[in-house]
């Protein structure tokens, strides 16, 4: 080849851009796809694309678009600021990707791996129309901690069990040093976007009022969150994360979700805190494990979000009641830590963990309604909505789940809330109809005598719901449908 071909040849490869095709990852810190495309020199084109239909009934809920809608724009501004932009396109990601690659003449993609089983249907699709072309596919560690197929019990098998995943987790992942977001980024010429207005991610009703006073989405927003609690909450952490009136957990789900930060991040910013090895520590960092054998469980078992991991329960006798579970979505059950948790849940799009743990517990076990129905509200509500975090706590609050909490093991939510929320600080806060009950009685109105309730200006079933069920009667009829279960007793279901 002649000197000057050569040079044109080369001059035309340098131009062709390298796509980065950001998905749960919508960030520069550390982001090892946006990383790998800068440093291969190329021009760099930022996209992201809405694709609805593949997810099906997990398409984002209402509460995350209007997360994304924010992030989006924030993550378009600071690309800006860097030298280019985002690219908004919209349809069947993986076949927006590979026109988007014919149009602009890519030498190469670069995307995150994830574990939505959509997901990687999409990235088969594109490695699979890639393959022996020009344009090579690179996919990248964004999302996780660990490589979903790595981590395997001695016999090769993915776990079931957290404790074993987590000490082979704590054994066998190294966890690296996050990487600076680039200084400056080669921007490629950017083809046509869409506008992202004419998604319509916010809500169309006034839902959203108070997610903007609650969250500031997007990689700024997630760094001030991050160091918050590290200012204030991680020392106590392993005791304060149960204190649901205060801010003791780190409140960074929707940032992690959507990968406004990477858990490498977060994991490393707790090893450079004053003492990383405490309990306070060690046990946000278990959290994050957490995290890390939901996606496991998800990637080995992409049928979690609809089936349960026990296969007995597939006989389980849920009761279909419409009417229990608009109560319980409205925050109307008359049982003061569920309404609190629920109402918290409705204004903000996000719930403290212990009172997720006994909404949950109260559907499915004092209600009896299935737990697909209570995990396709937080689905719709919560702004960190994450279908590996979200099915499995689900299961496993349901007792069907793999490693789950027994079923016949049910929270008594009056005995909850007086544990947790002691003083009533967190009723009162979402439920203002009972601000001014008496403290004792602030977790069961229904026993405050009628002068304490008159008091505080109360009249049960009128001002504030009477209880939806006796929580005896409840707790025994669940235990019943338990017994019931495939004709199994309870000690054989646990
Ligand atoms: C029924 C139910 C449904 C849930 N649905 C979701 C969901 O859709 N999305 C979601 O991110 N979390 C979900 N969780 C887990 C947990 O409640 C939230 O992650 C946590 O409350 C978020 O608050 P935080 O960021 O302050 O958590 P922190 O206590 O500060 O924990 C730090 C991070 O660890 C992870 N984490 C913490 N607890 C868990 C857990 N039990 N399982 C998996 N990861 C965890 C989260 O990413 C969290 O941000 C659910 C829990 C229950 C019981």
Not at 195 to 214: K, N
Not at 265 to 278: E, K
Not at 368 to 377: C, I, N, R, S, T
Not at 466 to 472: H, R, S, Y
């Amino acid at each position: 080849m002649s000197h000057y071909l050569s040079l044109m040849v080369t001059s035309k490869k340098d131009s062709r851009p390298a796509i980065v095709w950001f998905r749960r990852d919508l960030r520069l810190t550390d982001q090892a796809a946006l990383g790998a495309a800068v440093a291969s020199g190329a021009p760099v084109l930022p996209v992201f694309v809405l694709d609805d239909g593949k997810a099906g009934a997990w398409k984002a809920g209402g509460a995350a678009r209007w997360w994304l809608h924010h992030s989006l724009t924030q993550l378009h501004a600071v690309l800006r600021h860097h030298g280019t932009g985002l690219v908004l396109r919209r349809g069947d990601s993986a076949e927006v990707i590979l026109a988007l690659a014919k149009e602009v003449d890519a030498c190469a993609i670069h995307t995150g791996i994830l574990p939505e089983p959509w997901e990687r249907a999409a990235d088969d699709a594109v490695a699979k129309h890639l393959k022996g072309t020009d344009c090579a596919f690179h996919r990248h560690p964004t999302v996780l901690l660990h490589d979903p197929d790595t981590i395997t019990t001695q016999a090769g098998k993915p776990f079931g069990v957290f404790t074993p995943f987590a000490n082979a987790f704590l054994r066998g992942v190294p966890i690296g040093t996050p990487v600076p977001a680039p200084k400056r980024i080669k921007g490629a010429d950017l083809p046509a976007s869409e506008d992202i207005s004419d998604w319509a991610l916010r809500p169309t009703i006034t839902w959203d009022a108070q997610f903007a006073d609650a969250w500031v989405p997007g990689e700024a927003g997630a760094a001030a969150t991050l160091d918050r609690f590290l200012d204030e909450a991680v020392n106590g952490y392993d005791v304060g994360r149960n204190a649901v009136s205060k801010a003791g957990s780190s409140s960074l789900s929707p940032f992690l979700h959507w990968g406004e930060i990477s858990p490498t991040q977060v994991w490393a910013a707790t090893l450079h805190t004053d003492h990383p090895h405490t309990a306070g520590p060690v046990a946000y960092r278990r959290e994050l494990i957490w995290r890390e054998f939901a996606a496991h469980v998800l990637w080995h078992h992409p049928t979690v979000p609809e089936e349960p991991l026990r296969p007995e329960f597939k006989a389980f006798r849920w009761r279909r009641d419409p009417r229990a579970l608009k109560a319980w979505q409205r925050g109307q059950t008359g049982v003061p830590i569920v309404d609190a948790g629920m109402r918290q849940l409705w204004s903000i799009g996000w719930m403290h963990n212990r009172v997720r743990m006994i909404t949950a517990s109260y559907l499915v076990k004092h209600l009896l309604v299935p737990w697909e129905d209570g995990q396709a509200w937080f689905w719709e509500t919560l702004v960190d909505a994450d279908l590996g975090n979200n099915s499995v706590n689900w299961q496993w609050v349901a007792g069907c789940g793999a490693d789950a909490a027994p079923f016949f093991r049910i929270f008594n939510p009056v005995l909850q809330g007086t544990k947790f929320d002691p003083d009533g600080d967190y009723v009162r806060r979402w439920v203002p109809e009972l601000t001014k009950l008496d403290t004792r009685f602030i977790h069961e109105p229904w026993a405050a005598p009628n002068t304490a309730l008159a008091a505080a200006g109360i009249i049960l079933g009128k001002t504030y719901p009477k209880p939806m069920i006796d929580l005896a009667e409840g707790r025994a009829r669940a235990l019943a449908a338990l017994r019931d279960t495939g004709g199994k007793r309870a000690d054989q279901l646990v």
